[in-house]
């Protein structure tokens, strides 16, 4: 398997579906898409760029105390 490949975006436009193919059939890591000489994206296959988005962050968040109880501040708004 080759390398990252660097690749600037009129290039990867004309190319785009041979680099594609590329990718899929693991010939290349990934691709990095540059414009005016700085990397904009990243192109890699679906298996390397990560699971589903859907639950990734299940068991990130912690709830403390009664989320129904009143919190006793009172309201800039309900002073009027």
Known sequence: MEALLEIGAAEFKAKCLQLLDEISERKRDAIIITKRGKPVARLTSVAEAGGPIYG???GMAHIKGDLTEP??????????
Request: net charge positive.
């Open 56 to 58: 990734a962050l299940k």
């Open 71 to 80: 919190l006793n501040v009172g309201w800039e708004a309900l002073r009027r």
